[in-house]
């Protein structure tokens, strides 16, 4: 099996290639591609790798990299100037020693040779240092944005988790409330009662396991409710439905919906003494699937509950759909609560 080449001397070859590249046109461009040229493109680019090398080893051993950004600028600007009198020391020697001999520099003074290495070999480790930690300072904040959001993942995870783990008792506890009060009036709606509340605790239990079900699922699960709390409250409950057929297969999280009739029987029906109606609407509205749960009373009643329904059903929109959702409560005509979500519609 053949060992991959690591990224960081990828770049090296590239960049270092890309550099040779560059100083060749322009020498070929000015008729300056001659012997001393090529000398010098050897020593330079092969003490360019070494000491970069180098210096990419002494960045980590300090873990400058890790330090607050004012204090990686200061420590950039040092270190790429001390690998720069490095560089241009050995440069100046091998020079002597190989008795190369540049043109221009016929009529400078040694002094002058000396800082003109030094600067050049600044420049050049500059953009190299540059280069080096824009990569990554890139890497470093992308890495930081991945863990932002795995982090904001796993607190919306618990957060639905926290939310399904009120739902179920909440609407346990108002079903066993509902059948306690028919087991000696009326054992045979009982049976029938414990039956419905079966089914749907079997819906709630499956539903523990996904984020959203599709409509029909949902609107099977709160119809077995209904006929439920129509045993309780007979005559003083009235359904209706107004569904658009297209709308049932439409992605909703569990629960939802059953919730928010939870609360229209709790906060509506049950504190008129006639009783009332609900009706429950499924459409599609320009991009969004329309829910509607409409129930008689007065908002009044259920501003001053303790709001978990509303709370939970806002919390979980949030957590699933950001600002793409909404929801609303509102008063209509005086004598009517209604309930509204808005969810994108999807596919």
């Not at 720069?84 to 009529?107: C, G, M, N, Q, Y």
């Not at 009326?186 to 089914?199: C, D, F, K, V």
Request: charged share 20%; with cysteine.
């Amino acid at each position: 099996m053949k060992r991959k080449i690591p990224e960081y001397w990828i770049y090296q070859m590239v960049g270092w290639g890309l550099f040779i590249f560059i100083n060749a046109f322009f020498a070929i461009t000015f008729d300056r591609f001659n012997d001393e040229f090529v000398e010098m493109q050897i020593i330079f680019v092969g003490l360019g790798i070494v000491f970069s090398h180098i210096m990419r080893h002494s960045i980590k051993q300090s873990s400058l990299l890790l330090k607050p950004l004012n204090q990686q600028l200061i420590g950039f600007v040092l270190i790429t100037l001390i690998f720069s009198f490095a560089v241009s020391s050995v440069v100046t020697w091998l020079i002597d020693v190989l008795h190369i001999s540049r043109e221009r520099e016929k009529d400078m003074s040694r002094i002058e040779i000396v800082m003109n290495n030094i600067f050049y070999s600044f420049v050049y480790l500059f953009m190299w240092n540059c280069i080096y930690f824009i990569y990554h300072y890139i890497q470093k904040s992308r890495k930081q944005q991945m863990d932002t959001l795995k982090l904001e993942a796993l607190v919306k995870e618990l957060e639905l988790k926290t939310i399904k783990a009120h739902i179920n008792p909440h609407f346990i506890f108002n079903a066993l409330n509902s059948i306690r009060a028919l087991i000696d009036e009326n054992p045979e709606r009982a049976r029938t009662a414990i039956t419905e509340l079966s089914n749907i605790l079997r819906s709630s239990m499956k539903s523990d396991k996904s984020e959203t079900v599709p409509f029909e699922k949902e609107l099977g699960t709160v119809k077995d409710y209904l006929a439920l709390e129509h045993i309780r409250f007979e005559e003083r409950l009235q359904v209706e439905y107004k569904i658009d057929e297209d709308t049932l297969d439409q992605p909703v999280p569990p629960m939802m919906l059953q919730i928010l009739v939870e609360n229209a029987i709790k906060h509506g029906i049950n504190k008129q003494v006639g009783g009332g109606v609900i009706k429950i609407v499924s459409d599609f509205k320009d991009d969004y699937h329309e829910l509607l749960v409409q129930n008689t009373g007065c908002l009044q009643n259920t501003a001053n509950s303790d709001g978990f329904g509303l709370a939970s059903t806002q919390n979980r929109l949030q957590l699933m759909f950001g600002e793409k959702a909404h929801f609303q409560i509102n008063e209509i005509n005086g004598n009517t609560v209604e309930a509204k979500i808005q969810i994108p519609v999807m596919g």
